[in-house]
């Protein structure tokens, strides 16, 4: 009984707030001249093959579902995604920008998404810039500016934020940002945001996560499309940048993840990118802190946990083919998972990755790369684990 | 909870954009440029530095197309490369690209080297510069011989039939032709037969041209900035609008004492 009144509170003020958004956007389309009509539409496809493929899974059967055990063995090819971008300008300075997203191609569309959809503008005030619809968290480095294939030279994504946390973030809601211009094209960048949030696994309203496959390990399906509990999770980034030097900065997410507004995610973050010359280094450290999910009681006998771990990518022009620099690049990546306030019951994963990335020019580009996983995470009755290796090459072409 | 959307509504209502007479874009090359431009453009001029869009990265592509297709009109001083970027991604757009070079500079020395005939090698688009320089060039009693391509590969029929009356060989400017495969072709039929090669860019001397005109880059960005006011003002841009004024030739010395061609002593 208790959580009706919350629903139909939250249900009048996402009428109001869809009716106002709605009247807004068509404020601003009414006030811009007919040439911003216009549509520039771009994307991108990636195509992987993974070479070889060799991975041993072990767990109850029970928490693996349709997830085979035993050796998994497997080569072949795959149309990872097809992207398409649409942009336009709505005024003098404001954009509206978008990104449709297929992924799981084959003679159907096994997920189709919309990536993000905002408007970017400037606002008359303090030279702020806001951004509206679904956007993007300023949430470290990788989510925002390493998430498309066609920006990392890597293949794959650091594994545990994109499998586990679940890249990109996009949620609905509002990000207002402001840069402070320093000396010499370095600059302070504030940012803050205002969101729906995570909230609980689908089909519960107690478990953030679970010890399940495929999927229940992942926070990446508890956004919604709608806010579940009546209050919006908000958070920020500060940090120092020049334009292809660095990016040195911390950022936060704080939200209750479940309808009674008990449960509370937080997330924090700190990010390092440095550039000096051709050599590139990006390090992203996580902490997740969790109370009240009682999926992961199991796995670390708590309902209150944390996640603490990091990933450290670097990469460097090795040698020159045609007139075009392949570069060589290694990550390295370690998280583990356990209860709040310490002791046994961990989840782990640590990931080894190297490769090679060769511009074909400014719109292909093709990689070849080597990754290692261990992943474990303990269980009611017995600990699954995933160990094995991956080789992969991939073409993405961009358009 | 309660005043977010009237914020929200707040912030739409602040957004009424300024609509000008004409919306131009001008495009320059790099940020410095661009930097140096945004000072003197009039209210209605988009600065773009080019060198700031990564153009294989899709989504910042996108939204420098939008601001280029949001405009009126396009003007563009970046050079022949990033011109024809430009003109292949947008659609519906005028755009006036800036000749990174004193056509009327190389004539003049073609003149006083006494050539009387000149092939000029163009992709198809350049029909317009073309008739540009070849009234320059009548001035001058110079006949330029038109010598069209449509794809790099037409080249080995069509460039030897020109120089067998040609006494130089100019590239009007564009990348198929002065990087690659193109450059490569011309530069080797020019030197088989003992004819300059003139085109855009000191670096082509290097590489075994004859001559290679720039402008000075300082001019060419105060020239674009005044061509993109007048148009913002609602001036359509005419053919002598793009045309620089001033710069610097670049001979190559070597081929010049061989071939015995004289280099004016006022230039280096």
Known sequence: MAMRPARAYHGTIMTRLTRLLAAGLLLTASASPPASAKVAFTGYGNFVMPADSYFKV????????TTPQGNLISKGFRLDAVGLFATTKVSEDADF???????????????????????????????????????NLPFNFYNSRRFYPFQRIEISAPIFVNAVLGLPIADAGAVVSRRFEAANGWGLDARAYAVNGYGSLGGSTTTLRSPSLPGGIALSGNLGSSNNNKDVAFGGQLAVSRAGEGDFGVSYYRGAWDRENRRVL?????????????????TEYLHIHATGDEGMQQSVRSTSWSTHGFFATASHPL??????????????????????????????????????????????AVKAEGVYLFYAIPTATQTIIIDGRLLQ??????? | ???????????????APPVSAAKIALVLLDREQAGAASARAAPGVSVLAFDQVRTGDPIEKGRFLAALQASDRVISATGGKACGWLARETDGVPIHCVIPY??????????????????????EGYEQVFARMSKHARARGIELASVRVERIRELPEAVPRALKTAQAIWILGDPLLTEGPGFEYLVEAALARKIPLLGPGANLVARGAFLGADSDPAAMVKHAVEVANAAAGGAEPDDSDVETKGGTLTFNKVLARRWGVRIPGEVR
């Open chain 1, 58 to 65: 072990r767990g109850p059967a029970a928490v693996l579902g």
């Open chain 1, 97 to 135: 920008l978008m990104d449709l997203t297929f992924r799981n191609i084959g003679n159907t569309v096994g997920q189709t998404r919309i990536q993000y959809a905002y408007l970017d503008t400037a606002l008359p005030w303090w030279e702020l810039r806001a951004q509206l619809g679904r956007v």
């Open chain 1, 266 to 282: 937080q997330l924090a973050g700190a990010h390092m990118y440095w550039s000096p010359g051709d050599f590139d280094l990006l």
């Open chain 1, 319 to 364: 040698f020159s083919a045609r007139a075009k620099e392949v570069v060589g690049y290694a990550r390295f990546e370690n998280y583990h998972t356990g209860r709040a306030s310490g002791g046994s019951g961990k989840e782990v994963l640590r990931s080894y990755t190297g490769g090679l990335h060769y511009p074909v020019n400014d719109a292909i």
């Open chain 1, 393 to 399: 090459a991939s073409v993405v072409i961009t358009f």
């Open chain 2, 1 to 15: 909870m309660i005043r977010a959307p009237s914020l929200m509504a707040a912030v739409f209502l602040a957004l």
């Open chain 2, 102 to 123: 004193d056509a009327r500079q190389v004539l003049d020395f073609a003149r006083s080297a006494g050539w009387k005939r000149v092939a000029v090698v163009h992709m």
